[in-house]
């Protein structure tokens, strides 16, 4: 195993993890995210040649980066990837001083994000604040505001 940044030729592999997770991305995310994964500093894991997740960072702000989107392989999930991923970015980032993510809120039900949220909560993020609508998102999915303190 071992956690790397992205070079051009993964970027197809990673794509194809997300559309294999239509639970968690819609058709407009995975457009997106088509359209502007490469722009941003993105981190494999690798186990024996093969890709089974990817994390996508953005310095949102000077000591503010944000996860932008974490995909894991669905017939990989629960085995650690997700989690080994966050600590790479927490270990091995400049000048970070927080992590930020968003997430879909409790207050809508929707299965897939009760792991979600619960894996977030697991590796030490904090809810901040919900807001609906959040620009970008439609209303009535109330965006989450998770942080995790880094140094």
């Known amino acids: 195993m071992k956690i790397r940044k992205m070079i051009a030729s993964d970027q197809e592999k990673c794509l194809?993890?997300?559309?294999?997770?239509?639970?968690?991305?819609?058709?407009?995310t995975l457009e997106e995210m088509q359209e502007k994964l490469g722009e941003y500093d993105t981190f494999i894991y690798e186990d024996k040649g093969s890709i089974k997740g990817f994390?996508?960072?953005?310095?949102?702000?000077?000591?503010?980066?944000?996860?932008?989107?974490?995909?894991?392989?669905k017939n990989c999930h629960n085995k650690g990837?997700?989690?080994?991923?966050?600590?790479?970015?927490?270990k091995n980032t400049d000048g970070g001083k927080v992590l930020k993510v968003k997430t879909l809120d409790n207050t809508e039900v929707y299965k897939p994000?009760?792991?979600?949220?619960?894996?977030?909560?697991?590796?030490?993020?904090l809810k901040i604040a919900?807001?609906?609508?959040?620009?970008?998102?439609?209303?009535?999915n109330p965006?989450?505001?998770y942080v995790k303190p880094i140094r």
Request: with cysteine; proline share 3%.
């Open 113 to 125: 994000y009760e792991a979600t949220r619960a894996f977030y909560e697991k590796n030490g993020f």
């Open 16 to 28: 194809k993890i997300a559309n294999g997770l239509k639970e968690w991305f819609s058709r407009e």
């Open 81 to 90: 990837i997700g989690t080994a991923l966050l600590e790479y970015i927490v």
């Open 55 to 73: 994390l996508a960072l953005q310095e949102e702000f000077q000591g503010v980066l944000e996860v932008v989107w974490i995909a894991v392989k």
């Open 130 to 140: 919900v807001i609906d609508p959040y620009p970008g998102w439609e209303e009535g």
């Open 143 to 145: 965006c989450a505001i």
